[in-house]
C-alpha cells in the first residue's frame, strides 16, 4: 500500500502549497457567489443578482479574488453554464464565504484525486510501480494543479467521466446516470463523449441505461428552464462570446503559429487527430477497448469544441493512465515511449504554460489534446507489435 501509494501523496504534500493556496483565486468566487445567489431564490442570469450585498462582503474580505470585473472587461454575460449548475453548488453558497470556499475546493481536489486512482485502478497492471507512476504523472499534470488551484470543479468531471466508464464496462446503471449528471455540469468539454456513450449503449441495446439516463438528464434541464427562463439566452449569447477568446482550443492554437485563426488548417489538425483517434480505437487490445474509447473521444472532443480552457484538459487523464499501462504491457524497450508520455503529460503543459503570464502572448495550450492523441495512437502501435512478435500473428 505504501509502495503503491506513497508516491502519488508524497507528491501531493510537496504540490499542496499550490494545490490549496492561502487565499483562493480564480474562479472560487465566481462558483460561491452563484451558488449563493441560487440559495438566496435569485437567477444567476440576472446581473443585478451579482451585487447582492453578502456577495460584495465577500469580494471586499480577502478570501476570494473579485472576478467581477475581470468579467465585465471581457464579456457581458457573467454566467453561462446550466441552471442545474449553480443549482448544484447552492450548498456551497448557503454557507459564508469562508467555510463555502474551502468546501468546495476540497471537493473538487479530493474528486479529482478518487477519480485518477479509480481509473488506473480499472486496469489490471502487470508491474505495480507502473500504477505508481500514473498516479505520480497525475498528480504532476499542470492541469490537475492549476486547475484545482484555480477554483475550478474539472476534478468533479473526471469524476463523471469515471463513472461513465464504469457504467459501460460493467453495464451498470446507476453509475451512468450519476456520471452523466456530473459531465452535465459543463457539457461543452464533454459532448463528445456524450455521442459516443449513447452509440455505444444504442449498439448494445442497453435501453433501459439509455431510458434511465435521458430521462434523469431531461428532467433535470426540463425543470431547470421552467425556474430560470432566462437561462437559455444568456447561455447561447455567453458561449458566442466566449468561443472566440478561449486559450485551449485548436482554433487558439493555430491563431498563435500562424498569426491567425485559418478554418482550413483548423478542420485538417481536426480531421488528422479524430483519424488518429480511430486508429487508437481499433488497433486496442480488446480487453481494453472502452477505455481507449473513453481516453480518445475526450481527446478528440476538447480538440473540436470552440469553447475551452486549459483546466478542462484535466479530462485527459483517461489518456495518460492508458498510456502509462500501454508502456506497462510492453514491458520491454519501452523507455524512449515512457519518456514521451512524460513531455506529453508534464513537460509540455508546463512549458506552454509559462509564456501566459506574460500578457498578449499566444497561448498554445491547443497542442496538448493533439499530443495526447500521439501518445496514445504510439503505445497502442507499441503493445500491437510486441504481442505481434510474441505471438507471430496479428494481435486482435
Known amino acids: 500500500m505504501i509502495a503503491t501509494y506513497g508516491p502519488l501523496a508524497g507528491v501531493l504534500a510537496l504540490a499542496l502549497p499550490l494545490l490549496w493556496p492561502a487565499d483562493y483565486p480564480g474562479d472560487h468566487f465566481t462558483f460561491w457567489a452563484a451558488g449563493h445567489i441560487v440559495a438566496v431564490g435569485r437567477s444567476p442570469y440576472d446581473a443585478r443578482a451579482w451585487t447582492d450585498s453578502a456577495i460584495d462582503a465577500a469580494a471586499a474580505g480577502g478570501l476570494v479574488v473579485d472576478m467581477r470585473p475581470v468579467l465585465a472587461r471581457n464579456f457581458a454575460v457573467i454566467w453561462t453554464y446550466p441552471p442545474w449548475t449553480a443549482v448544484a453548488l447552492a450548498p456551497f453558497?448557503?454557507?459564508?464565504v469562508s467555510v463555502g470556499v474551502p468546501l468546495f475546493h476540497f471537493t473538487s481536489l479530493a474528486a479529482a484525486v478518487l477519480a485518477a486512482v479509480a481509473l488506473a485502478r480499472s486496469l489490471p497492471w502487470r508491474d505495480p510501480p507502473q500504477y505508481a507512476l500514473a498516479l505520480v504523472l497525475f498528480a504532476l499534470y499542470e492541469p490537475f494543479i492549476l486547475g484545482v488551484r484555480g477554483g475550478h470543479f474539472v476534478g468533479v468531471l473526471l469524476a463523471g467521466v469515471c463513472l461513465?466508464?464504469?457504467?459501460?464496462?460493467?453495464?451498470?446503471?446507476?453509475?451512468?446516470v450519476a456520471g452523466a449528471l456530473l459531465l452535465s455540469l459543463k457539457p461543452p468539454a464533454v459532448l463528445a463523449l456524450a455521442v459516443v456513450v449513447l452509440g455505444i449503449l444504442l449498439l448494445r441495446r442497453r435501453w433501459s441505461q439509455i431510458a434511465w439516463t435521458t430521462g434523469t438528464l431531461a428532467a433535470i434541464a426540463a425543470i431547470s428552464v421552467v425556474a430560470y427562463p432566462d437561462s437559455l439566452a444568456a447561455i447561447a449569447a455567453g458561449f458566442a462570446e466566449r468561443a472566440?477568446?478561449?486559450?485551449?482550443?485548436?482554433?487558439?492554437?493555430?491563431?498563435?503559429i500562424l498569426g491567425a485563426p485559418s478554418g482550413g488548417v483548423v478542420a485538417g489538425l481536426q480531421l488528422a487527430l479524430v483519424v488518429g483517434c480511430?486508429?487508437?480505437v481499433c488497433l486496442a487490445p480488446r480487453p481494453f477497448k472502452i477505455h481507449a474509447i473513453v481516453a480518445v473521444t475526450l481527446v478528440a472532443g476538447l480538440a473540436l469544441v470552440p469553447y475551452a480552457n486549459d483546466h478542462d484538459q484535466l479530462l485527459?487523464?483517461?489518456?495518460l493512465v492508458l498510456a502509462?499501462?500501454?508502456d506497462d504491457l510492453a514491458v520491454r524497450g519501452r523507455r524512449w515511449y515512457l519518456a514521451l508520455i512524460c513531455v506529453t503529460?508534464?513537460?509540455?503543459?508546463?512549458?506552454?504554460e509559462v509564456p501566459t503570464v506574460i500578457a498578449g502572448a499566444p497561448s498554445f495550450a491547443g497542442a496538448v489534446p493533439f499530443l495526447a492523441g500521439i501518445t496514445v495512437l504510439v503505445g497502442t502501435a507499441v503493445v500491437r507489435?510486441?504481442?505481434?512478435?510474441?505471438?507471430?500473428?496479428?494481435?486482435?
Open 345 to 352: 503529460f508534464v513537460v509540455a503543459p508546463w512549458l506552454i
Open 385 to 396: 507489435a510486441k504481442r505481434r512478435a510474441a505471438t507471430g500473428r496479428p494481435s486482435s
Open 244 to 256: 472566440t477568446v478561449q486559450g485551449a482550443t485548436t482554433w487558439t492554437l493555430v491563431a498563435g
Open 316 to 319: 485527459l487523464i483517461p489518456a
Open 93 to 96: 453558497g448557503a454557507l459564508p
Open 324 to 326: 502509462v499501462h500501454y
Open 164 to 176: 461513465v466508464q464504469i457504467g459501460v464496462l460493467r453495464n451498470r446503471v446507476w453509475p451512468l
Open 278 to 280: 480511430v486508429l487508437s
